[in-house]
Every structure is written in structure tokens, then in C-alpha cells.
């Protein structure tokens, strides 16, 4: 089978046997047009570049909120011209191959469970720190995926009624704080009070985790507050996730996870301020152990 992994910037993809064992692999640029249309026709080409003339089933896994069971895609924060995009079906009508598709966390955290940080867990909870923040419940090794098909959607649990509005539609969501974008704001406020190094001014989105992880192990000040306040937000978050869902393992991946050295004790400090304090004594975290590959490996899943 042909399994892919469509982020924001990049489409990666591989070939798989029937052993599960990876082959041939590919990673492409995502083009300026993003179009519904556009994308259909650049994972064709990137499926017949993988496939190589043989008909083979894909799975592949998206970011945004997506029901695996109907294939329809509703929105994705990256792809803001999509409507209710009938993803699987316009696949399969131009591939003629069975395709099977689930949000990108979902993926990873299935992933996780099959080779990575959660192989001894079959029920846990899944978060990855990205661009925005990925979520995920397994439940006795399943992905839990609720009524409407995208159960998991932590990133906008609301930690601030008060706060910057959120792409759902929503205020003070989670994602706004406990992720790349969440940093971006973080070290903005931070840069006007006049408390962090004028080097973050300039650098891109793109480069803000490398060097805020550089300048933190050069133990800057500015920048270990930063990460001071987003664990602690993360922490806020990931308490009401466990209260409410009684899960007690979370694996946390992304790619945030470089700077979780940073912000760790501080998530962990406020994780258990704001539980249920029994339930908060016997949780567990983990790392996640795949990085990029986690999406890939769990497409091979479904
Ligand atoms: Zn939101």
C-alpha cells in the first residue's frame, strides 16, 4: 500500500508491504495553490511517482477535522479554501484504488501505540504541538472518534473566555497558546515589554523553535519564561483533558517536543494544579518516539 502524511508545508509519502515494512519514500513541497482541485491532482502525482504503475490502496492522513467514516473532510486551518471536501471519494474516482483517510493526530497516535511511546498502553491520549495542536483518544488500541467522527479536537478546549479569538470561532482557545503559533504570540508580548532578547524580533515562524530551544540552553531569561508560561497553559489544558476523559497516559509529540525540556516542569507543576487531584497523581506522560515517521506508520494501520 501507498501510505501518506499531508502537513501545511509538505506531503510525505511511502510505499509499504504486506509486512508493514517502509520502501520506497518521497516528501514534496505543498504548492501555492491549495485548492481542493490542486491538492486531488498533487497527491495523484505523488501517487503514481510511489506506485509506480502498481494499483495499490492509499491511506493517508490530513490535518483538520475530518470523519473517517464518510471520508469528507469539513475544514482544515491549512487549507482554508476547503468546504466539506469529499476528499476520499474524489481520490478513489482518480486513483481507482480503495483509499482510507483520518486526521493526521489520530494517525500519529495510532503510530505511537504501533512502534513508539505507547506500545504498552492500549489506552491513552495523544497531543501533538505543531503549528496548531493535534489530538487524539485510543481507546483498547482504537481511535475514538465519536458521533460526528472528530472526537480529539483538544486544541480548542478554552482556557480564556477573555482571550484572542480562535480560527473555530471560538475565544481563548488552547491552541493559541500551547503552540507554534501560541510561541509567535508568547514572544511578540514578550518583545514589547521589553524582556526578551531583539534577535526573536526577525527570525520566521519557521525558525522560532530552533532558536528559542538555543537561546533557552544558553539559560536566557526572557526566553525561559516564555516557556515557563506556555507549559503552564499546556498544563491547564492537558488537566481538563484527563478530569474529563479519566485517561490517565498522555504521549505528547509534535514538533514542540524539542523544546519540551524547557517547558516540561513547568506543564507538569500546573497539570497537577489544575486537577482532580487523585486522578492527577497517577498520570503519565510520555515523549513520543517517532517524530515525523508517526503519521506514516500509522496510516499503514487503517
Ligand atoms: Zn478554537
Known amino acids: 500500500m501507498i501510505v501518506m502524511d499531508l502537513g501545511g508545508t509538505h506531503l510525505r509519502g511511502a510505499v509499504v508491504n504486506a509486512k508493514g515494512h517502509f520502501g520506497r519514500s518521497i516528501k514534496k513541497i505543498v504548492g501555492v495553490n491549495r485548492s481542493q482541485k490542486a491538492i486531488i491532482s498533487f497527491i495523484g502525482e505523488v501517487y503514481k511517482n510511489l506506485s509506480d504503475g502498481e494499483n495499490m490502496a492509499l491511506s493517508l492522513g490530513i490535518p483538520g477535522i475530518v470523519s473517517a467514516k464518510t471520508g469528507i473532510v469539513f475544514s482544515s486551518p491549512h ?106 504570540r508568547l514572544v511578540r508580548t514578550s518583545l514589547q515589554g521589553g524582556k526578551t532578547p531583539p534577535l526573536l524580533k526577525s527570525i520566521p515562524r519557521s525558525q522560532l523553535g530552533e532558536t528559542l530551544f538555543i537561546l533557552a540552553q544558553k539559560k536566557n531569561r526572557g526566553v525561559q519564561k516564555i516557556l515557563d508560561q506556555f507549559g503552564f497553559d499546556l498544563g491547564i489544558g492537558l488537566a481538563t483533558l484527563v478530569n474529563v476523559t479519566g485517561i ?54 487503517i
Open 79 to 184: 487549507f482554508p479554501q476547503w468546504k466539506n471536501f469529499k476528499m476520499r471519494s474524489e481520490l478513489q474516482k482518480k486513483l481507482k484504488v480503495p483509499v482510507a483517510l483520518d486526521n493526521d493526530a489520530n494517525l500519529i497516535a495510532l503510530g505511537e501505540h504501533k512502534k513508539g511511546a505507547a506500545r504498552d498502553w492500549p489506552t491513552f491520549l495523544m497531543v501533538t504541538l505543531g503549528t496548531g495542536i493535534g489530538g487524539a483518544i485510543v481507546i483498547d488500541s482504537k481511535i475514538f472518534h465519536g458521533t460526528l467522527g472528530f472526537a480529539g479536537e483538544f486544541g480548542h478546549i478554552c482556557i480564556n473566555p477573555k482571550g484572542p479569538i480562535c480560527s473555530c470561532g471560538g475565544r481563548g482557545c488552547l491552541e493559541l497558546y500551547a503552540s507554534a503559533s501560541g510561541l509567535k
Open 248 to 301: 490517565q497516559k498522555i504521549v505528547i509529540g509534535g514538533g514542540l517536543l524539542s523544546l519540551s525540556p524547557f517547558y516540561w516542569k513547568a506543564m507538569r507543576q500546573s497539570f497537577k494544579a489544575h486537577i482532580y487531584r487523585k486522578v492527577g497523581q497517577e498520570t503519565l506522560f510520555r515523549k513520543g518516539k517517532l517524530g515525523d515517521e508517526a503519521g506514516l506508520v500509522g496510516a499503514a494501520l
